[in-house]
C-alpha cells in the first residue's frame, strides 16, 4: 500500500505544479517554463519516493515498466488507480486555489492545463496531428525512463535525466497539444472542465498508452538482443 499512496501524492504534486503553472501563471512563465514545472516536480519526486515506488506517477511510464517485467499486473492496475486519484486531488487543490482568487475569473477561465486539438490547440493542430505527437513525445519519456532506471549505478541521476526529458518533451508538446504524455494528468482536468476537454480527452488517454506500448516493446527487445 505504501507504494500506491506515494504513486497517488507523487501525482498529486505533478498535476497541481504543472497544471497549476500553466493554468496560473502560464502567461508569465511561457513555453519554457511551463516545461520546467513539469519537469522539477519530476525531479522533486523521483527523489522522495524513488526509493518506493519508483516514482512513475503516469500510468504510461507504469505499462512501460509492466512490458518490461519491472511490475506486477496487480501492481500495474493499482498504480493506475491510484495515479489517477492523484491527479484527480491534484486538480482539485488547483481548483479551490483558482477560485480563491476572484481577479482570475475561476477555472472555467484559466483553464486547467488541459490538452487540446483543433480549436483547443494553440497552433490548431488536427486530431491525426494530435495522436501523433502524443505517441512520439510518450514514446521517447517511456523509452528514456526505461533506460536510464535499468541499471542501479543511475539511481543517483535519474531522477534529473527523467526532470529533464519530461521538460524538454514539453517545450515542443505544448504549443501542439498542451502535452500530455500522461493519461492521468489529462484525465483529472478534462473530467472538471467537461465539454471540449472531455470529447477530446480520449486522444491524450490512447496515444499516450499506445506510445508506452512501443516503448517497452523496443526497449524489451533491445535489452533481450543485446543479453
Known amino acids: 500500500m505504501k507504494r500506491y499512496i506515494s504513486e497517488l501524492i507523487g501525482t498529486m504534486v505533478l498535476v497541481l505544479f504543472g497544471c497549476g503553472s500553466a493554468a496560473i501563471a502560464g502567461s508569465v512563465l511561457g513555453t519554457v517554463g511551463i516545461a520546467l514545472a513539469f519537469g522539477l516536480s519530476i525531479v ?39 495515479q ?25 477561465v484559466t483553464g486547467l492545463g488541459q490538452n487540446g486539438f483543433g480549436t483547443a490547440s494553440s497552433v490548431g493542430i488536427n486530431v491525426v496531428g494530435a495522436i501523433i505527437v502524443e505517441i512520439i513525445l510518450t514514446f ?54 467537461g465539454g471540449q476537454a472531455l470529447n477530446q480527452v480520449w486522444v491524450f488517454i490512447l496515444a499516450p498508452i499506445v506510445g508506452a506500448v512501443i516503448a517497452g516493446l523496443l526497449y524489451k527487445g533491445l535489452t533481450l538482443e543485446d543479453a
Not at 87 to 102: E, T, Y
Open 44 to 82: 522533486a519526486m523521483a527523489y522522495v519516493i524513488g526509493d518506493i515506488s519508483g516514482c512513475h506517477i503516469n500510468p504510461a511510464v507504469s505499462i512501460g515498466m509492466w512490458i518490461d517485467g519491472r511490475l506486477e499486473t496487480k501492481d500495474l492496475l493499482m498504480y493506475i488507480v491510484f
Open 84 to 108: 489517477c486519484i492523484g491527479a484527480i486531488i491534484g486538480i482539485a487543490l488547483l481548483v479551490a486555489i483558482i477560485n480563491s482568487i476572484p481577479n482570475l475569473g475561476g477555472y472555467a
Open 140 to 193: 521517447v519519456f517511456v523509452f528514456t525512463v526505461l533506460g536510464v532506471t535499468k541499471k542501479a549505478e543511475n539511481s543517483a541521476v535519474a531522477g534529473i535525466v527523467i526532470g529533464l526529458t519530461l521538460a524538454f518533451v514539453h517545450i515542443m508538446g505544448i504549443p501542439l497539444t498542451g502535452t500530455s504524455v500522461n493519461p492521468a494528468r489529462s484525465l483529472a482536468p478534462a473530467l472538471f472542465l
